[in-house]
């Protein structure tokens, strides 16, 4: 099983990927079908790579809003055919392109 240090590489490069399409702005997302599949994918892996963090990494972090983060990733895995897209692509403008 992979450590804390192990999981950091995999939401970086997650994150970095999700914001290169996400901050090409709603329109492009909501109408790219590869755009959507390829952010949902990264969202997948980030939300499992958060998961999968110790307690205590996320105690020792708490400014970065883990639980909303898992809960991103649980849009697509457990409600496939309920995705919004507009709500999606508006949530992912507000939390990645404002850094």
Request: glycine share 10%.
């Amino acid at each position: 099983m992979r450590d804390d240090m192990g999981r950091l590489p995999d939401i970086i490069e997650a994150i970095g990927r999700i914001f290169r399409v996400s901050c090409k702005g709603r329109d492009y997302f909501y109408d790219d079908e590869m755009a959507q599949v390829w952010v949902v994918h990264h969202l997948r892996i980030l939300g499992e790579a958060v998961r999968g963090l110790s307690p205590e990494f996320r105690n020792a972090n708490p400014g970065i809003p883990w639980s909303d983060i898992i809960g991103m990733r649980n849009i697509p895995v457990h409600h496939y055919f309920g995705i919004d897209r507009g709500m999606l692509s508006g949530k992912l403008l507000n939390m990645t392109c404002r850094y």
